[in-house]
């Protein structure tokens, strides 16, 4: 019975050993339900193997590696349409955005190529490959809802006679990624062999090389552990059961932090809405204010508009009225000098020798006329009182 279940156990260590969980794709593969800040189901595995050892560079080689193939994929369709190759105005408006989008995709490559591994705990190196995975999911969305019915059949036909070969960089990643997995196998075998004295540098240097199918793997453990004494089998049980609990062990740690770390991004969202809640508010009040004051200068005018319009009116009747007594002073001045015309006659032929009546009768008439327009005594200037007396 003990011998099943540890080699129940060790079927399970060797599975994570060989295997380092799926890989990684950063596609839209995610439900509805996910944010940039949230943890999916996906993530927990992920995490799951950021802790054992190698798992952090594996995950993010593998995350690389899928990141550079959509930036390929986008530089192709942005080079395509450069070329003149793609003439569609639905694509061609649609340059920019797309570029854009790429050049944050390569953001997240510089990120991920700048990772310390050895100064970094598993913990954050967990936090930051969660955070760079939604990204690059993200952003592989928000480049597919561009591209959605702006090509047609033959054009993503064209698209993919293009894409069509391996890639250097790629290829290069996957071989990293398959030598990373290769010298985690190596190594826990090596720690399983120690915890019950053996030691086969030769076994390890040919799983480190690749020589060393699933198959022929298990068949050695397992004719390692049948010649076990029952003391070394515990040991050798041992060993596996703390292997797996400090894996469990980063993997819980790993996960809390994330999760406070959500949390805490959305209490910051929250207070970044209430700030620009409260901006808006008092913005509204701003303008209310201003609103207010605009009535009150609008009220203001139309009363000065009113008063002005009075007095135009009051200024209108004082015209009219002055027109009119000029119309009756014209008249009455008119017959008063007809009357004095004809009670005078010609009174011009009596006047002494060298009399000028024209110029005489002048002045009585200013005089006539300084009298009938408010000057009741008649007054002439200096000069004509002097030919007066």
């Not at 690389?64 to 190759?85: F, P, Y």
């Not at 996957?174 to 010298?183: M, P, S, T, W, Y």
């Not at 004295?197 to 022929?216: A, C, H, L, M, P």
Request: charged share 20%; glycine share 4%.
């Amino acid at each position: 019975m003990k011998t099943k279940y540890a080699f129940a156990m060790l079927a399970i260590m060797l599975l994570a050993v060989i295997l380092v969980a799926g890989k990684v794709h950063a596609q839209e593969n995610q439900t509805n339900n996910d944010t940039n800040n949230n943890i999916t189901n996906d993530d927990k595995e992920e995490i799951k193997a950021m802790c054992e050892p190698f798992g952090a560079q594996v995950r993010m080689l593998e995350l690389e590696k899928s990141v550079q193939t959509n930036i390929l994929r986008g530089q192709k369709i942005i080079d395509l349409i450069d070329t003149g190759n793609l003439t569609n105005s639905n694509i061609t408006d649609k340059k920019d955005t797309l570029q854009n989008i790429v050049d944050q995709m390569q953001v997240i490559v510089d990120q991920i190529q700048g990772t310390s591994f050895d100064n970094t705990s598993k913990s954050d190196l967990a936090q930051q490959y969660v955070d760079l995975k939604h990204q690059a999911t993200n952003l592989t969305s928000e480049f597919r809802n561009t591209l959605k019915g702006a090509l047609t059949k033959s054009e993503l036909e064209q698209i993919s006679q293009a894409l069509k070969g391996s890639n250097e960089s790629t290829v290069k990643i996957d071989q990293a990624v398959l030598q990373l997995k290769r010298d985690y196998n190596a190594e826990q075998v090596s720690t399983l062999l120690q915890s019950v004295g053996i030691t086969d540098t030769s076994f390890i240097d040919k799983i480190q090389n690749g020589n060393v199918s699933v198959t022929e793997l298990r068949g050695y453990l397992t004719n390692i552990y049948k010649n076990l004494t029952a003391d070394q089998q515990k040991s050798f049980l041992k060993q596996l059961r703390s292997t797996m609990s400090d894996i469990n062990q980063c993997t819980m740690q790993a996960q809390k932090q994330i999760v406070n770390n959500f949390i805490w991004r959305l209490g910051q969202q929250k207070n970044n809405l209430k700030q620009i809640a409260n901006k808006y508010k008092g913005l509204a009040n701003n303008f209310e204010k201003r609103a207010q004051m605009l009535d009150n200068l609008s009220n203001m005018w139309q009363n000065r508009s009113d008063l002005f319009e009075k007095r135009a009116d009051q200024l209108q009747k004082f015209k009219d009225s002055i027109l009119q007594k000029q119309s009756q002073w014209n008249q009455n001045l008119q017959q008063r000098i007809n009357q004095w015309n004809n009670q005078t006659g010609n009174w011009t032929n009596y006047m002494p020798r060298g009399f000028n009546g024209t110029e005489n009768l002048n002045r009585l008439l200013n005089r006539f006329r300084n009298r009938t327009l408010g000057n009741p005594r008649g007054n002439l200037s200096e000069n004509n009182s002097g030919n007066e007396s």
